[in-house]
Every structure is written in C-alpha cells, then in structure tokens.
C-alpha cells in the first residue's frame, strides 16, 4: 500500500504527542526531528523535506493555543496542512476545456505505463465523462506497440486510429487530429514511444509531435517505484518539452511514496492522477487532502481541530458583541464584524430570518452592504494605522487623503465608511443599552454565531 512505511511511522511519532496535555519545545523539536527521518526514508526530496520541517516549525510555535484541544493535536493538524500544500492543495483534474477534439499527448519512458494509463484514461473520459474518444499509438518503433494499443481499446470498448505502416510519429499524430474532426471525437488520446532513458532524440521526437498536435494536456507518465528519479524525470521533460501534469504509475506496489510527495514541489507541475494496477479502472485520482490523510491516518484529530478553530472565531465574536453592548465598538471590531459576516456569507441571508431585525436591515441596505462593499470596506479600514482604527475621531482631510489612496479609492468612500460606522456604533449603543443582552442585539448577536 502506498505510503504504509511513512503512514506508519508519522502514526507512531504522533499518537504519543497527541495525549500529552502539554509539549515543550523540547518535545516538538524531537518529534520534527522524526519526522524528518521518515520523511528521508520514504525517498522525500531532501529539500522537500527541508522546507516541510521548518514550515511546520515556524508554524507550531505561531499557532494560537486553542482551548479543548491538547498542543499535540495541534501539530497534528499543523503538518496536515503542511502536506496538503506539499501535495499541491487541489485536485487538478484533467483539463478538457478546449474546443474539440481536445489532443491529449502521453509522454514517458519505455515501461513506465504509458500505453495502459492512454487506455485507462480513456476509459474513464468515454464512461464516466460522456466524451468520444479516439486513441493513437504514436510509437513506431516498437511493432507490438500499435497493436498492444487496439487490444485494449477493443477491451474497453474505444476507438484507435487505424494503423497506416511506414507513417512518422508526426504524421500519425497529424492523422489523428484530422480523423477526430471528420468523425466528431471530443478527444484524441496520443500514446507516444518511450526510449529506455531520457536521450536527445526523444526529446526532439516529443517536441515535434507536440508542434504538429498542439495539446491541451502533456501528460508524462512516470513510474513512482523509481523515487526521486521519476520526479527528476518530470524536471528533465517539463524543461525540454513542457509538461502539464503528471501520472504516477505502480504506486500500488510502492511503501515510500517519495516521489508523490515531492514531485508537486521540485516541479511545480500537478500529480493529476494515480496508476494502481494493470486493470483498466485502477487509476485514481489525485487529490492533495485525501492523500495527506492516507498518509497522516489522522483525519479525526484534524477535523477536532478545525471544529475547535471554528469556536474560536465565535470567541472573538463574543468579544465584539460585549464590546459593543458596553459602546465600544470602534473600526478594529468593525472590520472584525466585516469578516466574519463575508465569511458566512454575506448579510442579507442572516438578516432576513429574524423578523426584529426588519429596520437594521433596511439600514444596512441603505449603507449598501453586500459583499463587493465589504471587502473594499475592509481595505479602507487595514490602511489605517492602529491608532486611527481605535480612535476615528482623529481622521482628517488629510489622513483620509492616504488612506484613500492606500486602498485604492476615494475619499468619499473613506467618509462613508466612517458614516456607517459611527451609525452602526450609535445603533449598537442604543439596543445594546436598552437590552442589555437579550432582546434584538442579543438575538443577531447569536445569529451572527456570537
Ligand atoms: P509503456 O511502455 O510506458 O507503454 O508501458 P505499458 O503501458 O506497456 O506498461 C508496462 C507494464 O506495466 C505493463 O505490464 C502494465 O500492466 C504495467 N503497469 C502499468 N501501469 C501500472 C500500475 O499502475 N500498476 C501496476 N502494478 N502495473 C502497471
């Protein structure tokens, strides 16, 4: 199984960090330090490895302490995320956003899958995607290549160019095209030769065919069992060639996993899908957090984490609203107020459930506060300097002249943001002092999650 080795170890140096109730620096250094070796081990770039390390470092000791979680489970979460990024953060699927036929050209060494990932590609873009598609062998070299070619698509019920003897890779490719045209496939799926290793004449080879078939997608196939190879391999053809991803294949019989977590970050190039055997469905595809997790196995903690940090924001909110209730409410909780609103998304679904809230609604209309208007809100209030946010009495012509131009706007916009404010702060003060925490600003206080 991928990443058993390093999944293994990472579980080992973690489930003991996680129940300690607390971690000196001590404790973290040494469990980094282990990280590091497993990730060594697992044939992890050693830059990689590097930069991963102090990420994770520098990170752990810039973490809030969140309560009900232990120091642990926060490092926990720290180096998921860490690896997420290593991995790429998204999902990159195949792209098909072109006009068709949409070419896609499969690149890669002789064994390294090519010809069983075109076929399995192919599967999965006629049976799961709907598209018409027509496969090419582009290899000449090799005669069984051809053939091996049309026995699978017959398997899986796709189409391949017929075989023309004596054509050039080029003219075959350009054949391809022509008849993906005539007959209305959506893609054309060209396998290409491979040499043993990387020559000069390969290179040459794939840079013609790329001219004559102007592919959507590059795809080089290259195999994980061979580690950091394969992701110098990715190097070598994304400077020769230009790649746009890369399939990793054989990663069903590969513990390490070294080159799936440093291919993304020494290549800058996607790990768009993974080979996982020889069957025609056994291709993955490669998504950056559901691969973190296989290695991390600690899905439970990082979402305890994430729930935990969700209550944070709701403690913060809390602090604004007593803020407010005691008259205090000044351009800091503002813009404070501003995000945590654009973060569930926007005033206008929260104010129109409570039934109270009619006239402030209004109000805010009136301010003209949908999404667009609180972000560029927020821009105006980080120009200022903390002294301004805190005291906005003191904003002047000329004051309000550089925070204009610091964000980006006029004037006019500063005054009535200032407006608003002073409005929104009046507001607050009068129900809050009314109510005291129940009634209507205790109501959207806690619609607000507050
Ligand atoms: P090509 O020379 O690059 O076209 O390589 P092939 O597609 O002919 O594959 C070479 C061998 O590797 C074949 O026996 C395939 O069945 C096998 N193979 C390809 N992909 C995978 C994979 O993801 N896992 C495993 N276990 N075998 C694979």
Redesign the pocket.
């Known amino acids: 199984r991928m990443f058993e080795g390093l999944s293994e170890k990472l579980s080992g140096i973690f489930d003991a960090l996680t129940r300690r109730g607390s971690l000196s620096e001590e404790d973290v250094n040494v469990a980094l330090r282990e990280v590091r070796r497993a990730l060594l081990e697992a044939d992890v770039a050693l830059d990689v490895v590097r930069s991963f390390v102090d990420k994770v470092r520098s990170r752990a000791v810039g973490a809030n302490v969140i309560k009900s979680v232990t120091p642990g489970q926060m490092v926990v979460k720290i180096v998921n995320d860490v690896l997420i990024e290593t991995l790429g953060a998204e999902a990159e699927p195949i792209n098909l956003d072109a006009a068709p036929p949409v070419a896609i050209m499969?690149i890669?060494?002789?064994?390294?899958?090519?010809?069983?990932?075109?076929?399995?590609i192919a599967k999965r873009l006629s049976e799961r995607m709907k598209r018409k598609v027509l496969m090419a062998s582009l290899?000449v070299k090799?005669p069984a290549?051809q053939e091996?070619l049309a026995v699978l698509g017959r398997q899986i019920g796709v189409e391949t160019l017929p075989v023309i003897a004596g054509q050039t890779p080029v003219q075959i490719a350009v054949r391809a095209e022509q008849a993906a045209r005539l007959q209305g496939f959506d893609v054309v799926l060209l396998?290409t030769a491979?040499r043993t290793h990387i020559d000069e004449a390969l290179m040459q080879e794939m840079a013609e065919i790329k001219a004559a078939s102007k592919p959507h997608e590059i795809l080089l196939?290259a195999?994980?069992l061979t580690g950091q190879d394969a992701v110098n391999l990715a190097k070598s053809f994304d400077g020769r060639v230009g790649i746009t991803g890369i399939v990793?294949?054989?990663?069903?019989?590969d513990g390490r996993g070294g080159a799936a977590l440093s291919m993304r970050a020494v290549t800058g190039k996607p790990i768009k899908l993974?080979?996982?055997?020889?069957k025609m469905d056994?291709?993955e595809d490669f998504h950056p957090s559901r691969i973190a997790n296989r290695i991390l196995g600690m899905g439970d903690i990082v979402s305890l984490v994430e729930k935990a940090a969700e209550s944070i924001d709701a403690e913060k909110a809390q602090r604004i609203a007593d803020r407010m209730r005691k008259g205090k409410f000044d351009l800091e909780d503002l813009s404070e107020q501003l995000a945590q609103v654009e973060k569930i998304g926007g005033l206008g679904g929260i104010m129109g459930m409570l039934p109270g809230m009619a006239k402030i609604k209004d109000q805010l209309a009136a301010a003209n506060l949908d999404d667009r208007i609180i972000k560029r809100q927020r821009a105006i209030i980080s120009s200022m300097t903390r002294q301004e946010r805190r005291n906005p009495d003191i904003l002047k012509a000329s004051r309000k002249k550089r925070i204009a131009s610091g964000s980006g706007v006029k004037v006019e916009d500063v005054n009535k943001l200032l407006k608003q404010h002073r409005q929104m702060a009046d507001m607050m003060k009068s129900l809050g002092g009314a109510k005291r925490g129940g009634g209507a600003l205790g109501k959207m206080a806690s619609m607000f999650g507050m």
Do not use: H, I
């Not at 890669?108 to 399995?120: I, P, V």
């Not at 993974?274 to 020889?278: H, I, P, Q």
């Open positions: 499969v890669g060494l002789q064994g390294a899958g090519k010809t069983t990932t075109t076929a399995k290899d090799r290549a091996q396998d491979g196939v195999d994980s990793l294949t054989r990663v069903d019989g993974l080979g996982a055997g020889e056994a291709l």
